[in-house]
């Protein structure tokens, strides 16, 4: 049980170039989240999927773009990356009115 | 949009005393939740407050929900270095967005 996955763990972009994180879990969650986090400000949500097939904007969600592929698996894509992006980005799942749980994080600088 | 703050956002406290760490919300939840976080490591759940009056104790923590006072607080008992991290408190109104306290960043010193 490897709980949630993320990968890459860390990545440097140039401006302008896209990349996509990808996040697994495999706890029959229903719901699964995107974050980012930044030095000072907590996590701020990006995208959420609440159900498979479904995906809501968060808090923060200008300059991505997120796929749920499947009840596991959860993307977040940016299309063409600014270095306003350089943060390190968490997935998180949970099931109804209880924890998340949160992947590894990664660590995404953008030059 | 929802408000969450926390204070204190660093606290340096020594060994062996206590301390309560505050998180205020803007509207009204009846849900809240306390999470660790290690220098360079992903968060850890600590504590589900889901209903007025509820009260979870784990080790020297113990963390309690007033929904009327959008008040929650993390009390620290005896603290030890091993408590040293950042706490995160984070409410949820609609089953689905979590907002997310800034963090208060906790040194425990000998």
């Known amino acids: 049980n490897a709980g949630v996955t993320q990968t890459p763990k860390f990545q440097v972009l140039k401006t302008g170039q896209s990349m996509t994180l990808q996040c697994a879990q495999d706890?029959?969650?229903?719901?699964m989240y995107w974050y980012r986090q930044d030095p000072g400000m907590g996590l701020r949500l990006i995208y959420y999927?609440?159900?498979?097939?479904?995906?809501d904007k968060g808090e923060v969600p200008n300059g991505y773009n997120v796929s749920r592929l499947n009840k596991r698996e959860f993307s977040l894509r940016l299309e063409s990356a600014a270095p306003s992006q350089t943060s390190v980005y968490f997935c998180a799942s949970t099931h109804g009115a209880y924890e998340q749980y949160f992947g590894p994080g990664t660590r995404l600088t953008v030059t | 949009e929802l408000k969450v703050e926390q204070n204190p956002l660093f606290l340096s406290m020594q060994e062996g005393k206590n301390y309560t760490i505050y998180c205020n919300y803007s509207?009204?939840?009846?849900?809240l939740y306390w999470y660790r976080q290690d220098p360079g490591k992903s968060l850890e759940s600590l504590f589900v407050l889901l209903s007025n009056g509820a009260v979870k104790q784990e080790g020297r923590l113990m963390a309690s929900l007033d929904t009327k006072a959008r008040l929650s607080t993390l009390h620290i008992t005896a603290a030890v270095h091993d408590l040293s991290a950042t706490y995160f408190c984070a409410v949820d109104t609609t089953g689905n967005q979590f907002y997310f306290g800034t963090g208060t960043s906790l040194t425990v010193i000998p």
């Open positions: 509207t009204t939840s009846d849900r």
């Open positions: 706890m029959n969650h229903n719901s």
């Open positions: 999927s609440a159900s498979e097939g479904t995906t």
